[in-house]
């Protein structure tokens, strides 16, 4: 017991100090909200005085909210197409055999190791042509295609896993193959579902890029790029305060996200991982 007890302090600490290198600059964050005037650039632990000065100017600025609402739009459909076209995929490639059907799994996985920036130009020029520019959909595309590869891939993990006993069953009882997938497959699928759901809505909603890229007016942003563009009094002056205080605003929704679906997330997570 001696022995052991060193070992665990050890863990602890470290442990702790790894939590601490996590949470500390979200709590930075939140400290430095709630400062204004030169207060935010003085380092300390805790802030020199409580003001919501900086979430009334937030909320007072023209378009904070419309870019709110375009981004929970925008990630809320994402997720849903993908999962809509995830599960589908995911079922054809763990339950139907044809030729080349490994090849087209690591395809699809191959796809999701190209930054985005190396498909930006085509991707502009096929939302041009779709005339889909500035505009809502043209995020909504862009971010199903990136979400897709590890959507199917953990999808289809996971209903490999499946047993075949239940499908055959379904068969007998004259079961098409979408009613195996929306009322068989499907309540069994919650894990792998939450975990590709969250991390495709969490993805869409701190994307920056092609938002910045395929829009152009204010009332068609979305949060990061609202974040991006806040300004201050003057061209010069950059408003730490507000951006503090949005940057809180739009992590806490994810945060909360998170926690409530911590088991079904680890779940999904390990899924395909043990056999037997």
Known sequence: MNRSMPRTIAFYACVLLIVLIAVFPFYYAIMTSFETGTAIFRPNILPESFSWDNYKAIFTRRGFVRSVANSVFIASITVGAALLLAVTASYALARVSFRGRGLLLMTILGVSMFPQIAVL????????????????????????????????????????????????????????????????????????????????????????????????????????????????????????????????????????LVRVFQRKIVAGLTAGGVKG
Request: proline share 7%.
């Open 121 to 256: 130009s085509g991707l502009y020029e096929l939302i041009n042509l779709l005339g889909l520019y500035n505009k809502p959909w043209a995020l909504v595309l862009s971010y199903t295609i990136f979400t897709l590869p590890f959507t199917v891939w953990v999808l289809t993990t996971f209903m490999r896993d499946l047993p075949m006993e239940i499908e055959e069953a379904a068969i007998v009882d004259g079961a098409t193959p979408w009613v195996i997938i929306t009322r068989v497959f499907m309540p069994l699928l919650w894990p792998a579902l939450v975990t590709t759901g969250l991390l495709a809505f969490i993805g869409a909603w701190n994307e920056f890029l092609f938002a910045l890229t395929f829009t152009i007016s204010a009332d068609q942003r979305t949060v990061p790029v609202a974040i991006a563009l806040l300004s201050g009094a003057s061209q010069q002056e950059i408003p730490w305060g507000p951006i503090m205080a949005v940057s809180v605003l739009v992590t806490i929704p994810l945060i909360v």
